[in-house]
Structures are given as structure tokens and as C-alpha cells.
């Protein structure tokens, strides 16, 4: 079966340190990967997402950036980060042929 | 723009009875309706899903009904249990790659 990993679960940084965030995903090959924040009572939006390796797409400018150095590897960063990009990371993945995405446990991120 | 949101931001109900849950979207091209459960400090949960060619599914104590007319999806939930109680996402497919997602609707079960 296919699982997905998150890690860390939760994260304080200072603000203008780097970031970086890993998601893995087991069972699958050439999943579409996804990374949303979610704000405190708030709902999901969409910062990237990839369709295969070396292939990301950014919804929102901002402040960070994805990569996929491997199938199934997808990492978001930051070389400075702002109080701004605290929230709740979620990594998620889907196939091309089914549009269900399922989500990784989240990354608590609070930047102080 | 075009975007998916919800009627309710909180729904308190008691335990046992029925809960029903409701979301407005406007992109009349979307093709894929879904929702998920979030419970506090964790990821979305798969609930159920819907494409546009239907107007009810059902699961276990779950039901989805889409009204393309009025461009309204509701998910209802028979015999409301504690566990139940979590923030409740509607999204829909718009015809990009990734899901579009609503505000979200709290559900607490008081009991």
C-alpha cells in the first residue's frame, strides 16, 4: 500500500534562518506531489505542485521554494524565512489518473 | 475568481443525531467533488467523493449529494458521534492539476 512521510512534525524558527521540509512517499511511482499551507481556522491553498522530477509549478509567489530531486522526494525551502510562513505544512500526493489526494501528517512551522 | 466555500463556519449538533454539512461552489467546470476530515494537528482525511455524472453517493454513516443546478454539495452524516467532531473540507476539481478547497465547517458533537 502506499503511505506518505512528513517530517518534522513541528518546527520553531527564527525568523531569517533557513528551511527545509521533506516529504516522501512510498508504494507508488510517479505520483504528483503537492505541497498546501494551511493558516490557524483556515482552509488549504496551494504552493506547488509536480507532476515528475525536476517539474515544479508555483501557485502563489512568495518566499519559498519546492524542489523533487527524486520520484517520490519532495522538499520546500526557504533561504530566509518571515514571520509570515508560519502555518501547518501539508505534503500530499495523488496519481494522474485519480484525482484523490492523500495527505502526509503536517509540519507545525512557527517562525519567531 | 472562481472558488469553492462553505454556507456554515461552525456546526454544533448532539450526539446521535444527524449532521449536515453544506458548500457552495462556482466553477460550473468542475467534474470531481470531495471531501475530507481534519482532525486538530493532523492531515485531511479521505471521506468521499463525487463526480459531476452523479447526484448521490453513499458510504458508511456518509452520504454526499451534488445539486449541479444551484452548484451545491452537502455531506451528511448519520448518527453524529464524538469522533466525528473535527473541521469538515469540501473540494472540487477544476480541471487543473490539483484540488481547489473551501474554508472549511468545524463539527462539534456535544454530548
Known amino acids: 500500500s502506499q503511505t506518505i512521510h512528513q517530517w518534522p512534525a513541528t518546527l520553531v524558527q527564527p525568523v531569517g534562518s533557513p528551511l527545509s521540509l521533506e516529504c516522501t512517499v512510498e508504494?507508488?511511482?510517479?505520483?504528483?506531489l503537492y505541497w498546501y499551507r494551511q493558516a490557524a481556522g483556515r482552509g488549504l491553498q496551494l504552493l506547488f505542485y509536480?507532476?515528475?522530477?525536476?517539474?515544479i509549478s508555483s501557485e502563489v509567489p512568495q518566499n519559498l521554494s519546492a524542489s523533487r530531486p527524486q520520484d517520490r522526494q519532495f522538499i520546500l525551502s526557504s533561504k530566509k524565512l518571515l514571520l509570515s510562513d508560519s502555518g501547518f505544512y501539508l505534503c500530499?500526493?495523488?496519481?494522474?489518473?485519480?484525482?484523490?489526494?492523500?495527505f502526509g501528517s503536517g509540519t507545525q512551522l512557527s517562525v519567531l | 475568481g472562481e472558488s469553492v466555500g462553505l454556507h456554515l463556519p461552525t456546526l454544533s449538533v448532539q450526539e446521535g443525531d444527524n449532521s449536515i454539512i453544506n458548500c457552495a461552489y462556482s466553477?460550473?467546470?468542475?467534474?470531481?467533488f470531495i471531501w475530507y476530515k481534519q482532525e486538530s494537528g493532523k492531515g485531511p482525511q479521505f471521506i468521499i467523493d463525487?463526480?459531476?455524472?452523479?447526484d448521490k453517493r453513499q458510504g458508511q454513516r456518509v452520504t454526499v449529494l451534488l445539486n449541479k443546478t444551484v452548484k451545491h454539495l452537502s455531506l451528511q452524516i448519520a448518527a453524529t458521534q464524538p469522533g466525528d467532531s473535527a473541521v469538515y473540507f469540501c473540494?472540487?476539481?477544476?480541471?487543473?492539476?490539483?484540488?481547489?478547497f473551501g474554508s472549511g465547517t468545524r463539527l462539534q458533537v456535544q454530548p
Open positions: 508504494g507508488t511511482s510517479n505520483p504528483n
Open positions: 500530499a500526493w495523488n496519481s494522474y489518473t485519480n484525482e484523490k489526494l492523500f
Open positions: 463525487i463526480r459531476s455524472n452523479m
Open positions: 466553477n460550473s467546470a468542475s467534474d470531481y
Open positions: 473540494a472540487e476539481n477544476t480541471g487543473r492539476r490539483a484540488l481547489t
Open positions: 509536480s507532476v515528475g522530477i525536476g517539474q
